[in-house]
């Protein structure tokens, strides 16, 4: 089951698709030939489509990354996980305090050299 998180961006994702393709049927399909626009109305209503379906994807896009990231992990799960991590190096380090240092290879002292 899809948490609160990836169902949001799930419709994020939807709505701003649908949008966009409304917006660009309806401006370019029911709005109709764009060569009998006239050329100030075209200077304008094409950046603002390119502009508007820029936005569209965008929010698109963050509603897909939030459909498709998996939901976090409970705090209580994370602090339980730091409290066994923490109790297995307080064990780690009483072990190593505890047992006798290990034994270090003889020494053989070193041989003076002849100065001449």
Do not use: H
Not at 63 to 88: C, H, V, Y
């Amino acid at each position: 089951m899809a948490s609160k998180d990836q169902a949001i961006g799930g419709a994020i994702c939807l709505v701003c698709v649908v949008v966009g393709v409304l917006y660009a049927a309806g401006l370019f399909y029911f709005g109709g030939n764009p060569l009998d626009w006239g050329l100030t109305f075209t200077l304008i209503a094409v950046p603002v489509f390119v502009a508007f379906i820029a936005i569209m994807g965008i929010g698109a896009w963050i509603g897909w990354t939030m459909a498709t990231t998996p939901p976090p992990k409970p705090i209580e799960e994370i602090t339980s996980e730091i409290e066994t991590e923490q109790k297995a190096t307080e064990e780690k380090t009483a072990a190593q305090e505890t047992s006798p240092p290990p034994p270090e290879a003889e020494k053989k002292p070193e041989k003076k050299r002849k100065t001449e």
